[in-house]
């Protein structure tokens, strides 16, 4: 594994480094681990395990790093999202804009970013 600047480790410990059941924080080696395990899940072939050491060693040499919300939430027991991006739309009607306001509180709990889609809402000056 590549070294990783003091810095570096500073991060992970106060942003993506799990707790363990017993108490004590994953190690970054730990980490790419569960985040290699988690992604290679996805692959439908025999040798997922295969996958798990490439996704691992691509992360170890810092070659490839996933976006945050991967690093934090693959393989995690919150089960959380790995995507960062989401675009929500809002619907003309003020159960659905304060439903997109819910949604994106639970988008952005688990590390995600949220843009919004006004193009249901009616123009300014229109009957309701």
């Not at 395990?37 to 992360?59: C, D, G, I, K, Q």
């Not at 919004?116 to 009957?127: A, D, G, I, M, W």
Request: a negative charge; hydrophobic letters at 40%; charged letters at 20%.
């Amino acid at each position: 594994m590549t070294v990783l600047s003091d810095n570096a480790i500073e991060v992970l410990q106060r942003r993506y480094l799990l707790k363990k059941a017993d108490g004590s924080q994953e190690t970054p080696s730990d980490m790419f681990h569960r985040v290699a395990l988690a992604v290679a899940s996805a692959e439908r072939y025999p040798e997922n395990h295969t996958w798990e050491t490439v996704f691992y060693n691509m992360m170890a040499r810092l070659d490839f790093l996933p976006n945050s919300p991967t690093l934090m939430n693959a393989g995690a027991p919150s089960g959380g999202t790995c995507s960062a991006c989401y675009v929500l739309a809002i619907p003309d009607s003020m159960v659905g804009i304060m439903q997109a306001a819910t949604d994106q509180a639970m988008i952005e709990k688990f590390g995600g970013g949220v843009g919004f889609s006004l193009s249901e809402l009616r123009p300014k000056s229109s009957h309701i």
